[in-house]
Nanobody
Framework: QVQLVESGGGLVQAGVSLTLSCAAS????????MGWFRQAPGKERAFVAS????????YYADSVKGRFTISRNNAKNTVDLQMNSLKPEDTAIYYC????????????????WGQGTQVTVSS
């Protein structure tokens, strides 16, 4: 079992930066690929970014590429999502997710999920 707790969400104005953090506990963190997903009101949960077990490979949705950066610290069991140049369309609940070994951009591949943190971007 892996427990995930997100933090760092909030209400911000368009154009600013925000960093989300996900703290993991349970099984060895470095045996899990990690992902960030988001869900806006009335929409399906969508892929945002993912990172491999060692952090050597990262993947991004086209909508956030160049603005968001995913990173992990295996010594601290954390994965962060640095979000720059935020837009109103980034408003959503952001979820951290973990899956064993292989990184993926598909939500149904992930076994463990956090409770989510709300990000609201005002124009």
């Amino acid at each position: 079992q892996v427990q995930l707790v997100e933090s760092g969400g909030g209400l911000v104005q368009a154009g600013v930066s925000l960093t989300l953090s996900c703290a993991a506990s349970g099984r060895p963190f470095n045996s899990y690929a990690m992902g960030w997903f988001r869900q806006a009101p009335g929409k399906e949960r969508a892929f945002v970014a993912s990172i491999s077990m060692a952090g050597s490979a990262t993947y991004y949705a086209d909508s956030v590429k160049g603005r968001f950066t995913i990173s992990r610290n295996n010594a601290k069991n954390t994965v962060d999502l640095q979000m720059n140049s935020l837009k109103p369309e980034d408003t959503a609940i952001y979820y951290c997710a973990a899956r064993r070994r292989v990184v993926s951009s598909l939500a149904h591949d992930y076994e463990y999920w956090g409770q989510g943190t709300q990000v609201t971007v005002s124009s």
